[in-house]
């Protein structure tokens, strides 16, 4: 099987179950989203000498597949029938004790902090912008056509790890992180 089709050189792609849409469709939109979230992710993964948080990458990396067959397959029997996994609340939770976890090696926050520090810290912020971002766009479509809510808080949760990793990343390399403190005029 060959890389290109060139059946998308018209603007034009198939969601799972073959319906064809433009590229700018509201779900081509956000599983996009979803993919450049994981490409991210695999960076992070890739950036970060911490074994435990490249498996947490790795992890989250699996769900973002699973989110992503979600949002490309519009019809809910067909991702049943053929086994596209969704996003449970157990993945949701997982995350929660994930990011409890590792705030306890944290600081509280006091002010907001600027993106940054080491690379791999800023790895993590990028992959939370870019995470806020799939977030949105799973919004719109979710408005129009329901799927499983446990994705939406999946992706609202995931940015929150994100960023406390980011932070963690940070500590452990012994760099502070840059609080803001307003431009003051």
Not at 59 to 71: A, K, P, S
Not at 113 to 129: E, K, M, N, V
Request: with cysteine; aromatic share 6%; glycine share 10%.
């Amino acid at each position: 099987m060959k890389i290109y089709t060139r059946r998308g050189d018209d603007g034009q792609t198939d969601l799972f179950g073959g319906l064809r849409v433009g590229k700018d469709h509201p779900r081509v939109e956000a599983y996009g989203a979803v993919d450049e979230l994981n490409a991210c992710v695999g960076l992070c993964a890739a950036t970060t000498g911490h074994d435990d948080l490249r498996a947490l990458c790795n992890e989250v990396q699996r769900r973002c597949f699973d989110l992503g067959g979600t949002l490309a397959a519009p019809d809910a029997r067909l991702r049943a029938k053929t086994g596209i996994p969704e996003v449970q609340p157990e993945a949701v939770e997982h995350l929660e004790q994930q990011i409890d976890r590792l705030e306890e090696e944290l600081e509280p926050l006091r002010r907001f902090i600027l993106p940054g520090g080491t690379a791999a810290a800023a790895a993590f912020h990028t992959a939370r912008t870019v995470c806020r971002r799939a977030e949105r766009r799973a919004i719109e479509v979710y408005r129009d056509e329901p799927f499983g809510e446990a994705s939406l808080h999946f992706l609202n949760r995931l940015s929150d790890l994100l960023f406390v990793m980011a932070r963690v990343e940070n500590h452990r390399a012994g760099v502070a992180d840059t609080e803001w403190e307003g431009t003051g005029g």
